[in-house]
């Protein structure tokens, strides 16, 4: 009867090691300025159709200048609401999926920061 063969190391690095690629950091990833970047848990279902569900990790960054077409996380009436900037020409209307808003009917607003990745649980 013949003997299993047995593989023994001989101090010879494996071809593989070359492939090896350092663990994923999600803060390395997605943060691009950790002092004005903040995570916010999404509550609500005004952004369903963009596929932003309950419970999603919106990060959003304080130190990006808004832009038209911009998902921004807005002060309203002392609440967060995550609404769409789109600026034409001097005017600005904040949108979700189902509504086109003034921003004067916000009162006083603040756009507080602007969304730059949506981290979601999909099962």
């Given at each position: 009867m013949r003997k299993p063969q047995r593989i023994i190391a001989t101090g010879f690095a494996s071809p593989a090691?070359?492939?090896?690629?350092r663990p994923l950091d999600l803060n390395q990833l997605i943060?691009?300025?950790?002092?004005?970047?903040?995570?916010?848990?999404?509550?609500?279902?005004?952004f369903k159709l963009r596929g932003i569900k309950e419970g999603n990790i919106l990060?959003?960054?304080?130190?990006?200048?808004?832009?038209?077409?911009?998902?921004?996380?807005?002060?309203?009436?002392?609440?967060f609401l995550l609404r769409e900037l789109k600026f034409k020409g001097k005017k600005l209307h904040l949108l979700s999926d189902d509504a086109v808003e003034d921003p004067a009917l916000c009162g006083d607003f603040e756009i507080w920061g602007i969304v730059t990745y949506v981290i979601r649980k999909e099962l």
């Open positions: 090691d070359d492939f090896l690629e943060v691009k300025n950790r002092t004005a970047t903040f995570f916010f848990r999404y509550e609500g279902d005004e990060v959003v960054d304080r130190s990006i200048k808004p832009a038209s077409g911009q998902l921004a996380v807005i002060v309203c009436g002392g609440d």
